[in-house]
């Protein structure tokens, strides 16, 4: 009798292989301009509609070889959308979202040697929530990303319940604070002490800030003020196709150093 198991394989590569990155700029809050972008994996319909790759990517996570597929797409993204732009222009960095246990496993690097993206490594950050850079498999991911010359960020800093220290205990270069501690210390002085706290700790630690989650030009005056770098959001943007990086980096955002005048 035949086997009539599916293939698990051909199963999930079809989706995978109709991933696309699409890139949302990040902005240094003093000069608006364009400093980084994180990578954000979108299913493209063929009439062009895109929707967030999170669903499929969840019910992958199980299964590891699927998730290698995926960051092999992603990777191969980035060599076609973004190391052109690196050649062009320097100073921005592209940040990616890797499951600590693929970097860990050592399935990233052959990944990277593949595709030559070894050299680019200080402008790929990698980025790892809080939670996940605490555990094991975060620890392993943080060394072995560091080994391969590839820069680390702290992703949803404020939601991983962690201890403080532990943080402080690891080498990592960027630290994205979470919308959940951006919005409330517009109107909460305990709240905006504690975003201040966070700035001077991130200071301290030489690492860089991003502000996630920035929709309004009040929070970004306000993040602007008490010394976050950098700031990420609707404000100045969704996520954009690749072929829209370029003008993007060309142009910044200045018009949102201005405050609207009132008519
Ligand atoms: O936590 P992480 O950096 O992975 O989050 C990226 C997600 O946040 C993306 O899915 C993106 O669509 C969403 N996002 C980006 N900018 C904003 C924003 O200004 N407000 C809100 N609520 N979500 C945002
Ligand atoms: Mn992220």
């Not at 991911?141 to 820069?151: L, T």
């Not at 402080?168 to 951006?182: A, H």
Request: hydrophobic share 45%.
């Amino acid at each position: 009798m035949a086997d009539t198991t599916p293939d698990t394989t051909t199963i999930h590569r079809a989706p995978i292989d109709r991933l696309t990155a699409w890139y949302q700029p990040i902005v240094d809050l003093n000069t608006a301009e364009v400093r980084g972008f994180e990578a954000l994996m979108r299913i493209v319909e063929p009439d062009g509609r895109a929707h967030s790759a999170g669903p499929l990517i969840e019910t992958l996570q199980q299964d590891a070889d699927a998730l290698v597929a995926v960051v092999e797409r992603l990777m191969v993204c980035i060599r076609e959308d973004v190391v052109p732009v690196f050649e062009r222009q320097g100073d921005f960095y592209v940040s990616i979202n890797i499951p600590p246990s693929i970097i860990g496993s050592g399935r990233l690097r052959p990944i990277v040697e593949a595709l030559d993206l070894a050299h680019w490594g200080r402008r790929i950050v990698v980025e790892l929530t809080e939670r996940q850079a605490l555990s094991d498999e975060g620890r392993a991911a943080v060394r072995v990303a560091r080994e391969a010359g590839i820069a680390v960020a702290v992703d949803d800093f404020g939601t991983g319940h962690s201890g403080l220290a532990q943080i402080v205990g690891l080498e990592l270069d960027i630290l994205k604070i979470d919308r959940s501690l951006v919005t409330p210390a517009l109107t909460s002085r305990s709240a905006a002490r504690l975003l201040r706290g966070i700035v001077g700790l991130a200071e301290s630690l030489r690492m860089r800030t991003v502000a996630e989650g920035v929709e309004s030009i009040e929070e970004a005056f306000y993040l602007r003020a008490v010394g976050v770098d950098y700031g990420q959001g609707y404000f100045w943007s969704k996520a954009v196709p690749a072929a829209q990086m370029s003008a993007l980096l060309d142009r910044g955002f200045a018009a949102t150093l201005e405050w609207p005048a009132a008519d």
